[in-house]
């Protein structure tokens, strides 16, 4: 059984839907190395074609989203011939909504990619994401749809861009103790404000990783062991006075935070 093994990924797109199956999969085997080919807008034959030469020369497992029936065929017949595994990862997809709607698929490569309407709000998050970052045009938090707040370090900007990509307008703002959090804050009605913490050690360790990076040596509150764990009771403490949900991050990665934000939300439009 190879510990390392070659997966190639063929796509006449961007790549990014055959990039987030692929990781899905290879991490569940555990002791495993992918070693990703990424063969990104293959639309003709010639692009084609160079993509089969890496793949015969490094043989492994081809994952592919070619919507163009006569390059599909090419691809799956030349892997036939090197017998190697070729999966459509859309195929079964496709075919379940096929047969629901009574319709034929267009055939047209990186559709979903088209700039509409939804792009368009997926862009105006990420601009709204980053002139709300960290606290920045708290006048304008009521057009939030989600406002993280937490102590530094707690992902709340990756996170925020995260959602932004989702097409969620999401604002944070920092949770510093002694330091007032901005009034327009309370007064929000309609908008999800969710509180984001992590363990004092957790915590201390990102902090001091984020001064070394900044050649920062100096003795600092920032990372002192008592001040933390305060600074994190402080904040659990005005999330449950203001009833606001509140997330561990401490083992979370940013799509499992975000994810459990987009599950609040959804549960806040049920109940309203």
């Not at 293959?42 to 163009?68: C, D, E, M, W, Y």
């Not at 998050?125 to 406002?147: R, T």
């Not at 959090?181 to 309370?186: C, M, T």
Request: hydrophobic letters at 40%.
């Amino acid at each position: 059984m190879p510990r390392v093994y070659h997966l190639h990924l063929v796509s006449d797109a961007t790549g990014e839907t055959l990039n987030t199956v692929s990781r899905a999969v290879s991490v569940q085997f555990e002791g495993m190395e992918a070693r990703e080919h990424i063969y990104a807008l293959v639309r003709n034959k010639r692009q084609l074609a160079r993509a089969i030469s890496h793949i015969a020369a490094n043989p492994g497992v081809v994952f592919f989203t070619l919507v163009n029936p006569v390059l599909r065929e090419i691809l799956e017949k030349e892997c036939e011939q090197l017998a190697i595994p070729c999966v459509s990862v859309l195929d079964r997809a496709a075919q379940v909504l096929r047969e629901y709607l009574g319709a034929e698929e267009s055939h047209r490569p990186g559709g979903q990619h088209e700039v509409d309407a939804r792009y368009m709000e997926r862009v105006e998050a990420v601009n709204y994401a980053i002139h709300q970052d960290d606290g920045q045009g708290a006048e304008h938090l009521a057009s939030a749809q989600v406002v993280l707040v937490g102590p530094s370090r707690t992902s709340k900007t990756p996170t925020c861009v995260y959602l932004a990509i989702r097409g969620v307008r999401a604002a944070n703002v920092p949770f510093v103790p002694g330091a007032e959090l901005p009034e327009q804050l309370f007064r929000l009605t309609n908008v999800l404000i969710v509180g984001l913490w992590a363990s004092p050690e957790r915590l201390m360790q990102v902090r001091r990783n984020r001064l070394t990076t900044m050649g920062e040596t100096r003795g600092t509150d920032y990372v002192d062991e008592d001040r933390v764990r305060d600074e994190i009771a402080a904040a659990r403490r005005l999330y449950e006075r203001y009833d606001w949900p509140s997330i561990d991050v401490t083992r979370r990665s940013i799509e499992e935070t975000s994810a459990t934000i987009l599950n609040l939300m959804a549960d806040r439009e049920d109940h309203s």
